[in-house]
């Protein structure tokens, strides 16, 4: 009887011992992997965003949407308010460097700048300077930034972000001139210096849901 209680103890020790070999995850793989998916329940999928700069996204100021398919790729859209050059829209992606998107991203996009039907200026022209008056023509631009977030707040699913990058126009003529003498082409440089597209540089806040 002792033998066979004795027998017994070991057979159940070497199960139990090699249960726990079998229910342990590789250090390189599963581990991490599970690591990161417990990380990944704490992130939010969707970001309302804030911002302002030039030649932003939001444009002076605006808002929009960041809304995350996987952890570290997202889809955003929005809407700028405040802008030289009318109402803009923007639409892009971007991919994280880190899960629940933190850190740096790099993406790119494209906006649509409505323009301005009448706008009235003091330009220089054939006849020297004067008020005229031209209609700014709506522009497409493209674009390709590079993102850094910093987490912020309770449970830091809001963040705080720098966007950097270059935007190019895809539209050749920038304005109609509705009145006055005929601007020089020194005043029409000038015109598309402001025009959107060049130096990205912006900042905002993202809300997270």
């Not at 079998?22 to 992130?43: F, I, L, M, V």
């Not at 993406?107 to 323009?115: D, H, I, L, N, Q």
């Not at 497409?140 to 966007?163: E, H, M, P, T, V």
Request: proline letters at 2%; hydrophobic letters at 35%.
């Amino acid at each position: 009887m002792r033998k066979v209680l004795l027998s017994a103890i070991f057979i159940f020790t070497c199960i139990g011992s090699f249960a726990q070999e079998d229910s342990r995850e590789p250090a390189n793989y599963d581990g991490a992997q599970r690591t990161n998916k417990q990380a990944e329940r704490g992130c939010s999928k969707l970001y309302l965003d804030l911002g302002t700069g030039i030649n932003a996204n939001t444009s002076l100021l605006g808002g929009g949407v960041d809304y995350h398919i996987t952890s570290d790729i997202s889809l955003n859209a929005g809407i700028g308010l405040a802008s030289s050059w009318g109402t803009k829209f923007y639409f892009g992606g971007k991919g994280y460097l880190k899960p629940c998107h933190k850190g740096w991203a790099f993406g790119a996009g494209a906006t649509y700048s409505s323009g301005i039907s009448n706008f009235a200026t003091k330009l220089e022209t054939i006849q020297g300077q004067e008020l005229v008056e031209l209609e700014l023509l709506p522009q497409a631009n493209i674009f390709a930034s590079a993102y850094k977030y910093w987490g912020l707040g309770k449970g830091r699913k809001s963040r705080f972000f720098l966007q950097l990058g270059i935007s190019k126009s895809v539209t050749q003529k920038k304005f109609n001139q509705l009145s006055g003498s005929p601007v020089t082409s020194n005043s029409a440089s000038v015109v598309k210096i402001l025009s959107p597209g060049g130096l990205i540089v912006g900042l905002g806040f993202c809300f997270g849901t």
